[in-house]
């Protein structure tokens, strides 16, 4: 590819980000590009760029947009066969967002699934 005095070319970078987390903080991302050719006059030119992953928020939500539950990671709920919590339901249509709706409809300060339709 040749570019002409005076004129430009534009280019992408392409990035795989992290498996999504639900109710994640953003995450931020940068690095560099590193554009060389064989024109000695030019040099070698470093391009930076930085990007975010927003993460999709479930459940219920926040004034401010936000999820008012954030993912603390994956526990053991039992101990010497006692469950910390009791479960609340067992649906086939479950979701990390609805379970996390009827955790707070019903009082509790954590909100987990299990096996895809536990909560």
């Given amino acids: 590819m040749s570019i002409a005095v005076g004129s430009y070319a534009l280019g992408t970078v392409l990035f795989s ?32 760029f930085t ?4 993460s999709r928020k479930v459940g219920p939500l926040s004034s401010s947009g936000g999820a008012v539950y954030q993912y603390a990671g994956c526990y053991q709920d039992f101990i010497n066969s006692i469950r910390f919590e009791e479960k609340e339901y067992v649906n086939t249509n479950n979701t990390n967002g609805l379970c996390q ?3 707070q409809a019903y009082g509790a300060i954590f909100a987990g699934t299990e096996y895809m339709s536990e909560c």
Wanted: no cysteine.
């Fill in 17 to 48: 980000p992290t498996t999504e987390i639900l109710n994640a903080d953003d995450l931020y991302y940068s690095g560099t590009w590193t554009l060389n050719t064989d024109d000695l006059a030019f040099g070698v030119h470093v391009v930076s």
């Fill in 51 to 54: 990007s975010t992953v927003i």
């Fill in 101 to 103: 709706t009827e955790a």
